[in-house]
């Protein structure tokens, strides 16, 4: 039976989401993820400050 995705502690900042979860190792893992439209971007990150920060600093490409 796969594992199951869950995020909590779901935050907001502008058009991208920060959730937190466990990786496939057990440990937990940020993830941040822009919602736009066409934009595509994600990344996971070992931190909750890591993530806040490229949440700020995330400028979409697409228009």
Partial sequence: MPAR???HSV???GP????????????T??????TADRCGWSADYSSRTA????ARTH???VR
Avoid: K
Wanted: hydrophobic share 40%; net charge positive; charged share 20%.
């Fill in 11 to 13: 935050m907001r900042i």
């Fill in 16 to 27: 991208v989401q920060i959730g937190t979860h466990r990786d496939r190792t057990g440990c």
């Fill in 5 to 7: 995705d869950s995020f």
């Fill in 29 to 34: 893992a940020h993830a941040a993820v822009c």
């Fill in 51 to 54: 993530a806040q920060l490229a």
């Fill in 59 to 61: 400028r979409c490409t």
